[in-house]
């Protein structure tokens, strides 16, 4: 007899990685669910996981489920609303974008996706834990502040893709979109430290000395040395350790804007600047437990102005652009004896900016990773020792006596870190053959 039963199409999951979709979904629905529980929501671990793991099955499935399911999260979302307005509770409008994302994320983890969904869900989740910082930190915010936000993004996002590719000018020495990138690297640390100051505020002497060295350390010198005339005995010891730290942090701005920059050119001088962060690490835990628990400072108010300005890029724009152009003629004139002392000027003016030039310099090939790397430390030596100028006009002996002392001590380092890269550099260039790399003529 003819069977005349339907035959539906059978298809055969891959078990174990359908497993494995499922259960990143679930455990990022209730990673978010579990926020939102904690917080007494209506839709909380339970409703997020489903959500999450819903999703994934709709991107399983393919993309048609996909949409259909988004669009049935989406009327759930609108009949919580409903249900909390009737309560006169008001809206969720973040719990319910919370859930659309959620269920975006599961469909991605059903595609096969793994990063992509687990950054989306813990970017989630901490927008959501964070929410009284966050909202305390935009109240507080002016509107030079957010200003300054916005012209930071218009100068990389706007400006830097319009700018040309490659070397430009007579002498083909400058690149702007190489210049363009420090300048904003330069600027984007001041402006993460500043955004740093603002959330967590001035909580000692130490911490403020250490943010305020990545936004400026000539700044940050000048001003707590200033705040001696006011209380010149209690303030000693701490304004100490500020200094060093301002100093220490400025030394680890510059060793990171080479390892951004030219990677290469911060293997010779790593050992210079690791001696140098060493030293002043020490004299300040050593001047910490030598402290007088009896005396004890407030934090100095540093005002470093607006995060971000027009006027502070184009000053780091047009330093770089100087040191960048005069360093690569002088070396290419007088060798590296010239570009040496170009980075002693470079010390004086901005250390950043000079370090910087030195690096992309380096990274076009226009000069030795070895010569860049001691340029930097050259120009971090020197803004060590400008430094030390503004302390001397503060007229507090002592001061000056102990930060001169330890001063020296972290040049000396600094000098013994080179020292110890000339002995070892024919070893090195054995296993880094592009440290001996001549520049392009």
């Known amino acids: 007899m003819f069977d005349q039963t339907l035959k539906l199409p059978n298809v055969e999951w891959p078990y174990v990685e359908v497993l494995i979709r499922l259960a990143l979904s679930l455990a990022l629905g209730l990673l978010i669910g579990l926020e939102r529980e904690r917080r007494g929501k209506e839709a909380g671990l339970r409703t997020f996981g489903f959500i999450c793991l819903l999703g994934a099955l709709g991107g399983t499935l393919g993309t048609a489920f996909s949409l259909v399911i988004l669009v049935l999260v989406g009327v759930l979302a609108v009949l919580l609303n409903i249900q909390t307005m009737r309560a006169n509770q008001g809206t969720e409008l973040t719990t319910s974008a919370a859930m659309l994302v959620t269920c975006i994320a599961g469909i991605l983890c059903g595609q096969g996706h793994t990063i992509s969904p687990a950054a989306v869900m813990v970017s989630a989740t901490a927008l959501l834990a964070w929410k009284e910082r966050l909202v305390g930190f935009s109240?507080?915010?002016?509107?030079?502040?957010?200003?300054?936000?916005?012209?930071?993004?218009?100068?990389?996002?706007?400006?830097?893709?319009?700018?040309?590719?490659?070397?430009?000018?007579?002498?083909h020495v400058f690149e702007p979109?190489?210049?363009?990138?420090?300048?904003?690297?330069?600027?984007?640390?001041?402006?993460?430290?500043?955004?740093?100051?603002?959330?967590?505020?001035?909580?000692?002497?130490?911490?403020?000395?250490?943010?305020?060295?990545?936004?400026?350390?000539?700044?940050?010198?000048?001003?707590?040395?200033?705040?001696?005339?006011?209380?010149?005995?209690?303030?000693?010891d701490s304004a100490y350790r500020g200094i060093l730290l301002a100093?220490?942090?400025?030394?680890?701005?510059?060793?990171?804007?080479?390892?951004?920059?030219?990677?290469?050119?911060?293997?010779?001088?790593?050992?210079?600047?690791f001696l140098m962060m060493a030293s002043s690490a020490a004299l300040v835990l050593w001047s910490y437990h030598r402290r007088n628990k009896s005396l004890v400072a407030q934090a100095p108010d540093i005002k470093l102005g607006l995060p971000f300005s027009l006027p502070l890029a184009l000053k780091y724009g047009v330093v770089f652009l100087v040191l960048h152009i005069v360093g690569g003629l002088t070396q290419k004139t007088f060798g590296d004896v010239g570009f040496y002392f170009v980075s002693v000027v470079g010390g004086l003016m901005s250390s950043a900016s000079a370090v910087a030039a030195a690096a992309t310099l380096a990274s076009q090939g226009n000069l030795s990773p070895t010569v860049a790397g001691n340029g930097a430390v050259v120009a971090s030596l020197t803004s060590i020792a400008f430094s030390l100028s503004f302390v001397i006009r503060?007229?507090?002996?002592?001061?000056i006596r102990r930060l001169a002392i330890a001063m020296i001590c972290i040049a000396l380092a600094g000098v013994v870190g080179l020292a110890v890269w000339e002995t070892i550099h024919p070893l090195a260039i054995q296993w880094l053959p592009q440290l001996e790399g001549k520049p392009r003529t």
Do not use: C
């Open 139 to 171: 109240m507080g915010l002016t509107e030079g502040e957010v200003r300054s936000a916005v012209m930071l993004a218009i100068l990389a996002i706007v400006i830097y893709p319009a700018l040309p590719l490659g070397a430009v000018g007579p002498w």
């Open 177 to 236: 979109r190489a210049a363009w990138i420090a300048v904003i690297l330069i600027a984007g640390i001041g402006f993460v430290n500043y955004t740093l100051w603002k959330l967590y505020g001035m909580h000692g002497v130490e911490l403020s000395g250490f943010l305020g060295g990545l936004v400026n350390s000539n700044f940050t010198v000048i001003e707590m040395s200033s705040r001696l005339r006011q209380q010149p005995d209690a303030f000693v």
């Open 247 to 273: 100093t220490t942090a400025m030394v680890v701005r510059n060793a990171g804007l080479l390892l951004i920059l030219a990677p290469l050119a911060l293997v010779g001088s790593l050992a210079a600047f």
């Open 394 to 399: 503060s007229g507090n002996r002592k001061l």
